[in-house]
């Protein structure tokens, strides 16, 4: 319980964290195609005797990126197009490689709905790598990455290497994404990445305010949800986002009594 | 050496030839006004400039080529014709100018203030009026202290008076700061207010020079088509 509560807060953190762009620029979509991604990913490992964690990061690596390339590159087809082929074709991928599968593999529910209690030593240490990375890029690149937010052009003609920001989102959203399947699971990751910043978003004035209350309501929904499910008995998961949801729903009840007190 | 150089310059984007061999120079402290009508390619061609389309030919601005422009980005400011911003983003504009502030400088507060932009910095993005949004990202273009503004169809989405305040404010920044300006318009009153020289542009160059000799009767029936004319404003502004 103790390692889940530090890989699940810390993971949680970081989607959050992630998910103030996702839902800025509109992509909540996006997360959904990645954490399917992720599933494909995760088949391939069981279908070759690999680290299903560790599939599932270079094959969601692999096709945000040709994601993202193709979004440059096909301007004929819209981006909600583009990421609508991508996430049928990871699902469809990742059923196939199931049905080849020998046998009935009870594993990979575990990653579909998060399984907080085979979480190990090294999933945590895995966890604190990755936040402590992400959040060491982020800090870094929050600015161009804001700018673009903006305006892409305005961020171009400002100097900001624009495809090489939106890459490198990709590909930290990608790598978050896949490692955060354990606790959280495969469907509810992107509900992680979206409510806390979504809520955040509800009672924020200014970004900076929107960043921290996503990070804030994140390792919050984290926490009581697993504390939740470790009392209720109940998938970890859904527990988390159920949370999260319950502090969404407030956020949106408390804008509405504040426009309606400033009227 | 010109500010702004081009030199045979084509663009075409999805098998569409949308610019077809144009030449021209814009000089230090000019307000050049690109003309034309709708679809003519005038948003493309200030976008060539800004190497954010691609083309084929010759660009230089302060002597270096569009894809070189991130090494002076502090020295051109950009307003694009229609934003698409989400207004429901929780932005203060004072945030949003920091963002884009070059790590050496400070919020340039005279520039600001003559803007208007000043007592608009705890405002939030979302509850500007159209006119308000139109002074920041004109603030936002004049953050680093440019030395040639791109201003595409600055007013477009704003109501009249509004349009007035934003040439005027370009007309201020062009006498007190000696700011090159490169100003995409559809109006031809706008060139003859404002501009000290023209492009006109139906996908070819087909007028250059100071508007009251470049804009001849053939000129503008090349450009608009019919028996339209053009008659000289009695309020004469800044040539």
Known sequence: ?263 | MATISVRNLHVTLNSHHILDGLSFNIEKGDIAAIIGPNGSGKTTLLKAMLGLVPYQGEIQILGRAPWELAEIASKIGYVPQRLEFDRTMPVIVEELLKAHLSAKNSLPKDTLALIGVKALLSQSLGSLSGGEFQRVLLGLAMLNEPEILFLDEPAASIDIEGAAEVYKLMETLRKEKAITTVLVSHDVDVVYRYANSVLCVNHKLLCKGIPEKALTKEVIEKLYGGNQAVYAHKEKRNV
């Open chain 1, 1 to 263: 319980m103790q390692r889940a509560l530090v890989a699940g807060v810390l993971m949680g953190a970081t989607l959050s964290l992630l998910g103030v762009f996702v839902v800025l620029r509109r992509s909540a979509f996006f997360g959904d195609a990645v954490a399917h991604f992720a599933f494909a990913g995760i088949a391939l490992g069981f279908l070759f005797a690999m680290n299903p964690i560790v599939a599932a990061v270079f094959v969601s690596l692999f096709l945000a990126l040709g994601m993202g390339y193709l979004q440059n590159h096909a301007p004929t087809q819209s981006l909600d197009t583009i990421i609508g082929i991508f996430f049928s074709g990871a699902a469809a991928l990742g059923i196939f490689i199931i049905g080849l599968l020998e046998g009935y593999r009870v594993d990979l529910f575990q990653f579909l709905f998060g399984d907080i209690i085979a979480i190990s030593f090294q999933d945590v240490i895995t966890a604190l790598f990755i936040s402590v990375l992400v959040g060491i890029i982020f800090f870094l690149t929050w600015k161009p990455l804001f700018k673009i937010t903006f305006n892409r052009e305005i961020a171009q003609v400002s100097g900001v290497r624009v495809r090489f920001y939106e890459y490198l989102f990709l590909g930290l959203l990608a790598v978050v994404t896949a490692m955060s399947i354990k606790v959280v699971g495969i469907i509810l990751v992107p509900a992680l990445l979206v409510i806390p910043a979504a809520a955040a978003k509800n009672i924020s004035r200014t970004f900076r305010q929107m960043m921290v209350y996503a990070l804030l309501i994140g390792v919050l929904s984290v926490f009581m949800g697993l504390m939740g499910s470790f009392y209720f008995n109940t998938a970890s998961g859904a527990t988390i986002v159920l949370f999260s949801i319950f502090i969404f729903i407030a956020t949106l009840l408390g804008r509405s009594y504040n426009r309606r007190m400033d009227k």
